[in-house]
């Protein structure tokens, strides 16, 4: 029987591994998104800074071990047995719903989740107990859940979404009213006392706060620092200016650069204290379990785990081991930069590819705050309101769209400072807050303080954030749910629910991990459209080149599916086929998107390079409005299981996409060469195509009036037959329009901002 608890030791081992993986993935974003989307130094200038400080915080975070052992529930009614399962039943369940989360490119927090596995694993083995002894109701739950401090972690999680939010707001909009975003125009002295303000913010929650307890600091020093905070803060907040000033006179130092850096070290400190134990905590506290029982030789149903009750020091060399774990996985993790992704992209202060949908609530929230805005406007006196909208106008750089910062220095070190602050002091406080919860949303209160929600995106930003918000209420819901029946299962099955669970477990990270691979895989394809960038004819001709090879090859291979899949009824391929053409239409809508900062970055002489461009979007979109109708026509007439095309149609069909085949990869070869030359005599045979297209319609009118018997068939042939013939309308305009405009002398012009570098 002492077997069973061993392995389960071993599967906790090793989930308590996977989990520091899946869980440091989702969580990158708390403490790399303002570096990263600030652009202040180098990506891997920000992940060496974030190692040190994760290794840092690792070492630090012992106190909150206890968490995982008393702080959801009573371990003194409760025997080994049973929390055995308990511990195991939240680490599978853990494990696979942050890799789902992870996947989707959506922030969650670990902390909700390892609370709400914790309370829904331990009701549903105390249901079990209470209804398997009659002296016992429902009513008794209450016994074995530790209630005070449940509800005191679950409303300080909660608390944390509209606290973390507010001060975000209120700050940004402080230091955006003192400093504008020509911060660097301002005085020095400005600069000096900013970081002087928000280094000792972060100096004194980190060494106050967060390390004042660890066992490195000497008890003098505790002393000090528990006696004299204010004292501390003043000495700090002078010394921290004047050495700032110095930095700036002497070494000419970007002090927004500094602060960013110390930020993003001191936050990835605070993530590793506070959420270590997310990850850790409940192995460890399985293992102290093991070693407990054990030691007193008792039956596994008849040993009481009160000794999970007394305080326990975790080994420092499980920390050392865990915060090595998550630094290598901040280096290798593709999932976390998918992630960060998505918050950066949610806080950019300039416009961007919206990702989520805008609905009822959130179009009903951007109303009530216009309204809100408009009536507190009317209020403020006009003079207030003419200088604060000085202090909001951005500075005109042009530079490349990849170059673009997502947002200034100034809200980057706004938004590790508040978040620093918070998270150590709930540290401090012993109080599990959710580092996910708290990042985020002073992300996104310092988005609306600055003004990057306008009027073009404050429906989707709003959709975003209650997007992420829903699937952190739904993390609480579904990780409740499915610990309490991984515990029923493990419960009444034993070793072979155990051995089956890790097996399934392993089976979806594997198969999460392949996806995610193969999906990176293809974003990464040379086959991604490029937004055009030059800032004259010449040049965008030459840009545009690559896009235009690109639609032909990606044409050509959906023509081609279409047909074949048609012809031997193959609706999988015809699926696969629709998600194609539905990638290529979305790109180049993208494209479409773009055409306003292109012509922004237009030299005067040159606007003519924006008729070409629009001109050529245009005959791209109609392209793929063609390649769409007649993939999805296909689709549907095979999906609805309709007659199959006859065999003079389908040869008919092939022999006109060997045609185009030819065509296109004629076509692609002339544009991927730069030899536009070659257009011309693919423009001399445009007759020969279309007469071949108008001979496949004259002859299924004769079909149709002689033999044909399928109306089904008969509409689907001529509907491909016609979108072909506009297809290659669109082709043929987008040909002439590259000929007509092309010269060969005039060398292609550079972008501005390249004539300048």
Known sequence: MENIYIYMLAALAFLAVADLVVGVSNDAVNFLNSAIGSKAVSFKTIM???????????????????????????????????IMVIFMAVMLTDILLLDFFNTMGLPTSTTVSIVFELLG??????????????????????????????IEIILGILLSVVVAFTIGAIIQYISRLLLSFKFEE??????????????????YFIIVKGLKNAAFMPPSAQEFLSSNPFTFIGISFIVFTILSILAIKLFNAKIYTIIIIIGTFALAVAFAGNDLVNFIGVPIAAYNSYEAWSASGAEPTNYVMSALGEPVQTEPYLLLIAGLIMVLTLWFSSKARAVVKTSVDLSRQDEVKERFEPNYLSRSIVRLSIGLNESLSRILP??????????????????????????????????????????SMATSMKLPLSTTYVTFMVAMGTSLADRAWGSESAVYRVAGVLNVIGGWFFTAFSAFMAAAIMAFILYYGDGYALAGLLALAIILLIRSYLAHRKSSKIM???????????????????ESASNIANVIKRGNRIYSSAINGLSIQDLKRLKKNRQQIDKLSNEIDDLKDNIFYFIRN??????????????????????????????????????????????????ELKDLDARLETLFATTQSAFESR????????????????????????????????????????????SILLETKDLLTAMMNLLEEYYQSHDSSVKPAKLISDQEE
């Open 48 to 82: 060496i800074v974030a190692s040190i400080g994760v290794a840092v915080g690792a070492m630090t975070s012992s106190g909150m071990m206890e968490v995982a052992r008393k702080g959801i529930f009573n371990p003194g009614e409760f025997m080994f047995n049973e």
């Open 121 to 150: 694993a331990s009701v549903a083995v105390a249901l079990i107990k209470i209804y398997s002894d009659s002296s016992q109701s429902i009513i008794d739950l209450g016994n074995y859940i530790n209630n005070e401090k449940a």
């Open 186 to 203: 301002k005085p020095d002295w400005y600069s000096a006392i900013f970081s002087g303000f928000a280094v000792t913010s972060i100096m």
């Open 382 to 423: 006009n003079s207030y309101k003419s200088w604060s909208d000085k202090q909001f106008v951005k500075s005109k750089v042009v530079v490349k769209e990849q170059d673009k910062p997502a947002f200034d220095l100034v809200r980057a070190a706004v938004n590790l400072m508040v978040a620093s602050v918070l998270i």
């Open 524 to 542: 990464r394809e040379e086959d991604q459209l490029e937004k055009a960038e030059s800032s004259s004819t010449q040049g965008v001709i030459h």
């Open 602 to 651: 237009l030299e005067e002489p040159s606007v003519a390079a924006s008729n070409f461009y629009i001109n050529i979007l245009a005959h791209l979109q109609d392209m793929t409005q063609s390649l769409e109708y007649i993939s999805k026509a296909s689709h549907k007439h095979v999906n609805n299981n309709h007659k199959k095309l006859k065999f003079s149609q389908i040869k």
């Open 675 to 718: 030899s536009f030359e070659q257009i011309g005599a693919v423009l001399q045979n445009k007759t020969e195509i279309f007469d071949l297209v108008k001979d496949k319609i004259q002859k299924q009118v004769e079909r149709t009036r002689s033999e044909e018997s399928s109306p089904k068939n008969t509409t689907l042939y001529f």
